[in-house]
């Protein structure tokens, strides 16, 4: 009969380093976790703990599975019996058993340093004449990463006579441990004294490039922004309205790392139950944090609804030394039903979808958040606007200048440079003359339009009455021109049917061909034909709302038709065609229910006039206008 594997328990880095200290004999007389008044302890889920307590053994490994120790239940705690010590990590070979450190640097002082050495303590070091400077690395103790503090008391002794060891003396807030310092250091220092810096001073110059590594400012720190709030919320489309945002300014690379994006590829096979969801923010804060560590940004956007795993996440991320920024999209839930476009919600409170957030599953909303957004009957640009001032407050991002909304004649967009002239000779000097009447013209920035024809795609519900109106009249308006096509579908269009009749009989007396009218063929919307589109125009904003769900990165050419009118209005008359759609991308006009086109499906000849009516209305405002140069 087989042997049952022993279970096997990953420690926080704490309780990693408290172990180091055990199994090498640095602790002294404690020799286990959870010994009465010891700080060192270890948190055990409570299976384990039940496990112990029946006399089994557990294995501590390390985040590599790298078995270090076996944990028995002993008399006074939880005794342990090493198996191996840590094999890898920087400057591992200055990690010293104690009576490895006295015998080989007996006769030198003992002084401990958590944080680089200044000025007036490297006055006092050559004092001490020879020295042994015991760096206190263990989790929570040093002012500096463990690294950077390494670094920094490596080069203070070539400076001095002075040796390096590495100690992993964590600090546990606990009224325990400044005894367990002293018996620590007393250890290592065995028959020689052990003396401590005082504070104050200056940071010596020979470690202002480790002071300004280690201490970056705001703008040049890792950043993980973490967009939490219910499903509906506007938090994906928010995150992904920021990360083009960032990525238009140019000034830093950025992850995205959305909630659904990660499930189908970080975390394919979990459940949506509490545990593995929780599983999920993990992962998601994991891989956040390794982006933070190296300076870079990471946007989140899952749900995250729990408190003690958004902590988690925190933690993570302020242990590698980057800025969790915490964004609540604090949308209602009775908005968020309203937009549900997925019939989730309804499902949910039909009991279709268990542990569903906010129907039957808590969200715990946030009280540590850096900024909180309601995007309630908000465009996404004002929404945006709340992060970015936070954002910009804070220093740590700046969004501002060249990711600001420009001026039609300064649409963003992929820019050709004029060349620069090459300099001229020095001119000879000759006597002045006077200035020319008119100043020479400034070299302008050149921009190329996308090739082939603009691709306009307007969008209803089924695509048999609004949108394939749209579609028929803004080419019988437009007339025969290149310069742009005309599309249509609908979010929950039919396959293939015609135009509802009332609606062709409109079209008929407005003079759109009979032709034209027999060949339409209704189709539902999809990606494909979103992300294809140069332009989107919808009927109402439930519809533009679904085309941001289905695309984010669609928020700056997707319209209703009515806003789109409202925001041509707002740029110079001149403007026209691909230049137009990069200008009101930034200028658009607010949203508004006047905008929308109602449905006038079944409600008789009078409401397919009156859609057709403001739907001509609004078409003979912007055609001109798109079609414009390139007709």
């Known amino acids: 009969m087989s042997t049952?594997?022993?279970?096997?328990?990953?420690?926080?880095?704490?309780?990693?380093?408290?172990?180091?200290?055990?199994?090498?004999?640095?602790?002294?007389?404690i020799v286990g976790f959870n010994e009465p008044g010891s700080p060192i302890t270890l948190e055990l889920p409570d299976a384990l703990r039940r496990h112990l307590a029946d006399g089994g053994q557990v294995?501590?490994?390390?985040?590599?599975?790298?078995?270090?120790?076996?944990?028995?239940?002993?008399?006074?705690?939880?005794?342990?019996?090493?198996?191996?010590?840590?094999?890898?990590?920087?400057?591992?070979?200055?990690?010293?058993?104690?009576e490895v450190a006295r015998e080989r640097y007996a006769g030198r002082t003992v002084v401990p340093v958590v944080d680089l050495v200044t000025d007036t303590q490297l006055d006092r070091l050559r004092e001490l004449g020879p020295v042994l400077l015991a760096a206190l690395v263990g989790a929570g103790t040093p002012a500096l990463s463990p690294v950077g503090l390494l670094r920094g008391t490596l080069r203070v002794a070539e400076l001095i006579d002075a040796e390096v060891i590495a100690v992993p003396l964590t600090h546990h807030d606990s009224p325990g441990d400044d005894a367990l310092r002293a018996g620590v250091l007393a250890?290592?220092?065995?028959?020689?004294?052990?003396?401590?810096?005082?504070?104050g001073g200056a940071v010596l110059p020979a470690l202002a490039d480790i002071a300004a590594h280690e201490n970056p400012a705001p703008a040049d720190q890792g950043l993980v922004l973490f967009f939490t709030g219910l499903s509906g919320s506007g938090k994906s489309t928010l995150a992904r309205a920021l990360i083009d945002r960032v990525l238009e300014q140019g000034r830093r690379h950025v992850t995205s790392l959305d909630g659904d994006v990660v499930r189908r590829h970080l975390s394919a096979g979990l459940t949506f139950s509490k545990e593995d969801r929780e599983t999920n923010i993990r992962r998601i804060g994991w891989v956040a944090a390794e982006i933070a560590r190296h300076g870079g940004l990471a946007v989140c956007s899952p749900i995250a609804p729990f408190a003690e795993t958004r902590a988690q996440v925190r933690a993570m991320v302020e242990q590698a030394g980057g800025r969790f920024f915490l964004v609540h999209v604090a949308t209602p839930l009775e908005e968020c039903e309203r937009r549900d476009r997925k019939g989730l919600y309804a499902k949910a409170r039909r009991g279709e979808i268990p542990e569903f957030t906010g129907i039957s599953s808590p969200y715990e909303e946030p009280d540590d958040a850096d900024v909180v957004v309601d995007t309630t009957g908000r465009s996404i640009d004002d929404a945006l606007q709340d992060v970015v001032r936070a954002l910009a407050a804070s220093g740590h991002l700046d969004l501002g200048g060249d990711s600001a909304p420009t001026p039609a004649s300064q649409a963003r967009a992929p820019q050709r440079r004029t060349p620069r002239p090459a300099a001229a000779p020095a001119p000879t000097p000759v006597a002045p003359t006077p200035p020319p009447a008119e100043a020479a013209p400034r070299p302008t920035l050149t921009v190329a339009d996308p090739p082939?024809?603009?691709?306009?795609?307007?969008?209803?519900?089924?695509?048999?009455?609004?949108?394939?109106?749209?579609?028929?009249?803004?080419?019988?308006?437009?007339g025969e021109q290149d310069a742009v096509e005309f599309i249509s579908a609908g979010t929950h269009g039919f396959r293939s049917?015609?135009?509802?009749?009332?609606?062709?009989?409109?079209?008929?007396?407005?003079?759109?061909?009979?032709?034209?009218?027999?060949?339409?063929?209704s189709r539902r919307l999809t990606r494909e034909l979103i992300e294809d589109a140069d332009l989107v125009l919808t009927a109402e904003a439930e519809h533009r709302a679904y085309v941001l769900e289905e695309v984010p990165t669609a928020f700056r050419k997707a319209f209703t038709l009515g806003q789109f009118a409202a925001s041509v209005s707002r740029v110079d008359d001149d403007v026209t065609g691909a230049a137009l759609l990069r200008a009101v991308g930034h200028r658009r006009a607010g949203a508004s229910p006047e905008h929308d086109v109602a449905d006038p499906y079944r409600r008789g000849r009078a409401a397919a006039q009156e859609a057709g009516d403001q739907i001509d209305g609004l078409l003979q405002a912007v055609l001109p206008r798109l079609v414009g140069e390139r007709s």
């Not at 705690?77 to 094999?87: E, S, T, Y």
């Not at 250890?187 to 504070?199: H, I, K, R």
């Open 187 to 199: 250890w290592y220092a065995g028959a020689d004294p052990v003396v401590e810096l005082e504070p």
């Open 452 to 478: 082939g024809p603009l691709r306009v795609l307007f969008v209803c519900t089924a695509n048999i009455c609004r949108s394939p109106y749209m579609e028929l009249r803004a080419r019988e308006i437009a």
């Open 59 to 98: 294995e501590l490994v390390d985040p590599e599975g790298l078995p270090l120790a076996r944990l028995t239940e002993g008399l006074r705690g939880l005794d342990v019996a090493p198996l191996a010590h840590a094999q890898f990590g920087p400057f591992r070979h200055l990690h010293l058993r104690p």
């Open 4 to 29: 049952p594997p022993v279970p096997q328990h990953c420690p926080d880095p704490r309780e990693l380093d408290d172990l180091e200290l055990l199994t090498s004999g640095a602790a002294g007389p």
């Open 497 to 521: 049917h015609r135009v509802d009749t009332t609606i062709a009989e409109v079209l008929r007396e407005r003079g759109v061909a009979e032709a034209s009218i027999e060949s339409f063929a």
